[in-house]
């Protein structure tokens, strides 16, 4: 299964993209992630990447388009992977369906769009923690850690992501609806487009996405 989670900041792509990928026992290739990491180690693509982040806006394009066409074409992601992240813009969708051909690769079953209003995505960004150590997402209220600041699955430090700032949610909220909104009729002429309705609890919205998975396999 090779699937692409669409969705404002904060739609709750990567928590619903961690699940799947755990059933499903597929990766979960999250731009973002990969970003972060970088970041965190001092790498040359963190160093690149940082100053972008911080501010909200895009990474440039050809920085991300060969992180990911070297996770695609590994053994790993042989079997299917969920993006999540990308692509978001035209040019990263563009060069996401070079990748497939230069590769033949059958390409995408699915681009899934999690549709959210954007108060509810104010109040889950401003929630979020994340584990400093493995990356699990958390939510304060709707998702919490059995001990406050503690990661249930390793133990690690939650923090807060820099970019969760208000100032910095408003940038990226903008920088969706300029630059990756226009990927929902990208893909829809395509044929590739489902739309998840992603409000309602982190259960619920599983549930409305494996409903999905499993109709559009049946087809
Ligand atoms: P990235 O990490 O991809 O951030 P994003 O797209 O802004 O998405 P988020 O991780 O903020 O949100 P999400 O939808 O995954 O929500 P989550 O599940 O965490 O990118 C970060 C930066 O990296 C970008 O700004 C850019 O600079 C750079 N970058 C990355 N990819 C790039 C690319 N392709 N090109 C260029 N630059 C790139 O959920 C949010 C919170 O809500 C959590 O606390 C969660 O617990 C909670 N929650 C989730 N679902 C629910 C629910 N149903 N009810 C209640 N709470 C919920």
New binding site residues.
Partial sequence: MRLV?L????????????RLAAQEQIPHV???????ESVKRGTPLGLQ?KG??D???????E??IGL?REKLTSPECARGYIL??????VA?AEALDRIFRETGSPGLDHVIS?D?PQD??V???S????CSRCQT???????PPKEEGVCDKCGGTLVQ?A??KPE?VLA?LR??DQQ?RPLVEYYQKRGLLQRVD????????YARLLALVHATRMA
Wanted: aromatic share 8%; proline share 4%; hydrophobic share 35%.
């Fill in positions: 989670f969705g404002a900041p904060g739609a709750g792509k990567g928590t619903q993209a961690q999250s731009t973002g992630e990969i970003l972060r990447a972008y982040m501010a909200g806006k895009l990474v440039p394009d920085v991300v990911v999540d992240g990308f692509p978001r813009t990263q999690f959210v509810e995505i109040r889950r960004l929630g979020r923690r994340s997402v958390y939510h304060i209220e709707h998702d992501r970019d969760d910095t990226r920088v969706f990756t992603a409000t309602g609890s982190i259960d619920q919205v």
